[in-house]
Every structure is written in structure tokens, then in C-alpha cells.
């Protein structure tokens, strides 16, 4: 399993370009007794591993374990990705041995999601279905705290355009209008927005384009906004805020303005107290103490998968004062310390996967308790 975590952190692979990453890791599950399904979902990266054990039919669990292995742009794993891949694939090894020797019949899978990173791979897996037969679904992030029920947010990602006229910035700089300052004041803006904001708000973005020459008034600048926030009503009444931002930035400086969407919404994770119950108890019998009350987290698409299947979506200390998306998250990620996570993560994910699939209470309960969500998020393109 090392090998697995040590080989994906070295390769670095993008969203949706996870080729040998996912290579590695089906190849694994292979010679494991699992078959493996790719790509899935018109992904080439997408695959989903089967293992059925004892006479499965129904009635009989199944059982995912949700793997992800793509890196960040110049970061690599700064994420933590190619821990959470083997955490998942080692986890469900494990337990479908477990479940064999003890005579346990269960549908055990990986569902390998690519481009968590910005690109909402189980967004696309659900919508082809992948996760209609699924019972539960499980993995583990690390980060640098134990938490079995962290806060992640819902989250919109947006392009905003501005478009002005180009002239000559020295010879008829009168004759030009420009987009850069329309982009420069819709940037400060937002910034001005800060005071409104809740505690789990967020709005942070980058100026992707800012002109071409600077001896040309640019005739076209771009930015790309983040909106988060604790579920989709509040990211909506967000990006109406944005959206007049970018309003007033247009036409205080001539321009006109367009917004589109980059990425598909991200739900915030829904927790079952029931699966957030036993995984505070496992991580207890694995030495580890979660903690509660800490600071919300990112965005994933795990979040979408949580509110169709009762799903965990845990995090494992990796290191106290860590920080993701830093160049020391992406070094611990391949540690002495990160293989310990990774040992554990895997032991933590199976037990839990096995107090599941042989326990019929636990299964009622944790359906009981999980109730779809109404989704309020309104297609505005």
C-alpha cells in the first residue's frame, strides 16, 4: 500500500488526467480479486472495482469506498490524494478478505472519482448512475486534526468577463476603454463585501487574465471566483451579491460583463449521526481521539454523494498545524507520519465497513436516520 500512496504522490497527475495513478491502483485491486470497470461515466480516469462476496443478492450491503487520486496544479499532493486512494482501495481489501474467511456476503466496491480538484468527478458518476446501488459510502481525508464530522461547504465557481475596447495607451488612451479596471474594482469589491460575511462564508477568486500588451488599453480581463458557504441557499444569495459586484465594476468604467459557470456546484456533506457515532468509536479503538469545533474546511463533491447515499466523509490527523494546498501538506503527505495515517485510515474504513455489513440494526439505523435533502440550487445559465 505504500508503494501505492508513495508512486501516486510522485506522479502528480491533474484532474482528469489521473492515467497512471489509476493504472497503479486498479492493477492492485486486480491482482486482489476485485474486477474493475473503465472508464466509467465517459471518463477516461473513472473506474469501479467489484468484489463480491459469499451469495450476494438482495438484501445483501454494498459497501463503497470512495478513492480519489488527483493532485493540484503546482502543488501536487498538497491535498493529500494519494493517501486517501490507498486508504480507500487498502480499506475495502481488507474488509472483503475479512468478510471471505468469515463466511459474510456483501458487494464490495472502489468507485475511483477523478478531478475532485475543481472538476466534480461524482457529480458526473452520479449522474450516470454509479452510485444507484451503493448502500454506503465511506472515505477518509487526511488533515491535520481527527474529525468524524468536519464541516464542508457548499460551493459555486464562476468566470466573470469584462470587455472594454482596446486603443494605444500612450498615443489615444481616451479612445480606449478598460477592462482592467473593471476587473481591478470588481476585485476590490468583493474585498468590500468582507464585513457582510458569516463566519462560514466565503468569496476569494484570482484575476485569471489582465490584458495582453501594456501599451494597449485591454480590451478583455477575466477572473475566477470561489463562492462557499454552509449549504446552497446562502452560496445563492452570495453570488447575487457577486453578480452586482460585477455589475457596478462594468458600468462604472464603460465595460460590459458576462458570468459563467466553471465547475459543477458542490453540495455541502450531509453527516449521519449514526455513521458519525461508530466512526468516533473505531477511531478511539485505532488510538485516535477526534476532535470537534474546528474551523470549516474546503469544498468536495463528496458532498453531492452524501446527500443521495449515507455516506462519511472523515478526516485523519496527518500532522497538528497542518495547513492543505501548502507545500508542507504536500510534503507530510508522503511521511513517515503519512503512512501511519495511511495504515489506519485503511483499518479504520474496514472496520467500519465490517460493523456495517454484519450488523442488521446498524443498517436500519443508519438509513433511519438519513434523509434526502430537498436540493434548492436553481440552474441559472
Given at each position: 500500500?505504500?508503494?501505492?500512496?508513495?508512486?501516486?504522490?510522485?506522479?502528480?497527475?491533474?484532474?482528469?488526467?489521473?492515467?497512471?495513478?489509476?493504472?497503479?491502483?486498479?492493477?492492485?485491486?486486480?491482482?486482489?480479486?476485485?474486477?474493475?470497470?473503465?472508464?466509467?461515466?465517459?471518463?477516461?480516469?473513472?473506474?469501479?472495482?467489484?468484489?463480491?462476496?459469499?451469495?450476494?443478492?438482495?438484501?445483501h450491503?454494498?459497501?463503497?469506498?470512495?478513492?480519489?487520486?488527483?493532485?493540484?496544479?503546482?502543488?501536487?499532493?498538497?491535498?493529500?490524494?494519494?493517501?486517501?486512494a490507498?486508504?480507500?482501495?487498502?480499506g475495502a481489501?481488507?474488509?472483503?478478505?475479512?468478510?471471505?474467511?468469515?463466511?459474510?456476503?456483501?458487494?464490495?466496491?472502489?468507485?475511483?472519482?477523478?478531478?475532485?480538484e475543481?472538476?466534480?468527478?461524482?457529480?458526473?458518476?452520479l449522474?450516470?448512475?454509479?452510485?444507484?446501488?451503493?448502500?454506503?459510502?465511506?472515505?477518509?481525508?487526511?488533515?491535520?486534526?481527527?474529525?468524524?464530522?468536519?464541516?464542508?461547504?457548499?460551493?459555486?465557481?464562476?468566470?466573470?468577463?469584462?470587455?472594454?475596447?482596446?486603443?494605444?495607451?500612450?498615443?489615444a488612451?481616451?479612445?480606449?476603454?478598460?477592462?482592467?479596471?473593471?476587473?481591478?474594482?470588481?476585485?476590490?469589491?468583493?474585498?468590500?463585501?468582507?464585513?457582510?460575511?458569516?463566519?462560514t462564508?466565503?468569496?476569494?477568486?484570482?484575476?485569471?487574465?489582465?490584458?495582453?500588451?501594456?501599451?494597449?488599453?485591454?480590451?478583455?480581463?477575466?477572473?475566477?471566483?470561489?463562492v462557499r458557504?454552509?449549504?446552497?441557499?446562502?452560496?445563492?444569495?452570495?453570488?447575487?451579491?457577486?453578480?452586482?459586484?460585477?455589475?457596478?465594476?462594468?458600468?462604472?468604467?464603460?465595460?460590459?460583463?458576462?458570468?459563467?459557470?466553471?465547475?459543477?456546484?458542490?453540495?455541502?456533506?450531509?453527516?449521519?449521526?449514526?455513521?458519525?457515532?461508530?466512526?468516533?468509536?473505531?477511531?478511539?479503538?485505532?488510538?485516535?481521539?477526534?476532535?470537534?469545533?474546528?474551523?470549516?474546511?474546503?469544498?468536495?463533491?463528496?458532498?453531492?454523494?452524501?446527500?443521495?447515499?449515507?455516506?462519511?466523509?472523515?478526516?485523519?490527523?496527518?500532522?497538528?498545524?497542518?495547513?492543505?494546498?501548502?507545500?508542507?501538506?504536500c510534503?507530510?503527505?508522503?511521511?513517515v507520519?503519512?503512512?501511519?495515517?495511511?495504515?489506519?485510515?485503511?483499518?479504520?474504513?474496514?472496520?467500519?465497513?465490517?460493523?456495517?455489513v454484519?450488523d442488521?440494526?446498524?443498517?436500519?439505523s443508519?438509513?433511519?436516520?438519513?434523509l434526502?435533502?430537498?436540493?434548492?440550487?436553481?440552474d441559472r445559465?
Amino acid at each position: 500500500m505504500w508503494t501505492i500512496a508513495h508512486t501516486i504522490h510522485e506522479l502528480h497527475e491533474l484532474r482528469f488526467a489521473e492515467v497512471k495513478s489509476v493504472a497503479v491502483l486498479t492493477q492492485w485491486l486486480t491482482e486482489q480479486g476485485f474486477s474493475v470497470e473503465r472508464p466509467v461515466a465517459d471518463m477516461v480516469t473513472a473506474f469501479v472495482a467489484h468484489r463480491i462476496i459469499g451469495k450476494c443478492g438482495n438484501g445483501h450491503p454494498a459497501v463503497a469506498f470512495v478513492a480519489e487520486y488527483d493532485a493540484l496544479p503546482n502543488m501536487g499532493h498538497a491535498c493529500g490524494h494519494n493517501l486517501i486512494a490507498t486508504m480507500s482501495v487498502g480499506g475495502a481489501v481488507a474488509l472483503a478478505t475479512w468478510l471471505e474467511d468469515h463466511e459474510y456476503s456483501a458487494h464490495i466496491q472502489v468507485i475511483g472519482s477523478p478531478g475532485e480538484e475543481g472538476g466534480g468527478g461524482k457529480i458526473f458518476l452520479l449522474e450516470k448512475g454509479v452510485f444507484e446501488n451503493v448502500d454506503l459510502a465511506l472515505m477518509l481525508h487526511p488533515a491535520a486534526n481527527d474529525e468524524v464530522a468536519p464541516q464542508y461547504l457548499a460551493r459555486e465557481g464562476i468566470d466573470v468577463e469584462f470587455f472594454g475596447v482596446a486603443a494605444h495607451a500612450a498615443a489615444a488612451p481616451e479612445q480606449g476603454i478598460n477592462a482592467l479596471d473593471a476587473v481591478v474594482a470588481f476585485y476590490q469589491l468583493l474585498h468590500a463585501l468582507r464585513p457582510r460575511l458569516r463566519p462560514t462564508d466565503r468569496i476569494h477568486g484570482i484575476i485569471t487574465h489582465g490584458g495582453d500588451s501594456p501599451n494597449v488599453i485591454p480590451e478583455y480581463t477575466s477572473a475566477r471566483i470561489l463562492v462557499r458557504s454552509i449549504d446552497a441557499e446562502r452560496v445563492h444569495e452570495l453570488l447575487t451579491w457577486v453578480e452586482m459586484a460585477a455589475d457596478s465594476a462594468a458600468k462604472g468604467t464603460g465595460c460590459q460583463f458576462r458570468w459563467s459557470r466553471f465547475v459543477p456546484f458542490y453540495e455541502n456533506v450531509v453527516h449521519n449521526s449514526k455513521l458519525t457515532g461508530l466512526a468516533e468509536h473505531v477511531f478511539r479503538e485505532f488510538g485516535r481521539v477526534p476532535v470537534t469545533g474546528t474551523q470549516s474546511h474546503g469544498s468536495t463533491d463528496m458532498g453531492n454523494v452524501s446527500h443521495l447515499v449515507p455516506s462519511l466523509h472523515a478526516n485523519i490527523g496527518l500532522g497538528q498545524g497542518l495547513v492543505a494546498h501548502t507545500h508542507d501538506f504536500c510534503t507530510a503527505a508522503d511521511s513517515v507520519q503519512a503512512r501511519q495515517t495511511m495504515i489506519d485510515g485503511a483499518g479504520i474504513l474496514a472496520t467500519m465497513g465490517a460493523r456495517y455489513v454484519t450488523d442488521m440494526g446498524l443498517q436500519n439505523s443508519v438509513h433511519s436516520q438519513f434523509l434526502r435533502p430537498q436540493g434548492v440550487f436553481v440552474d441559472r445559465d
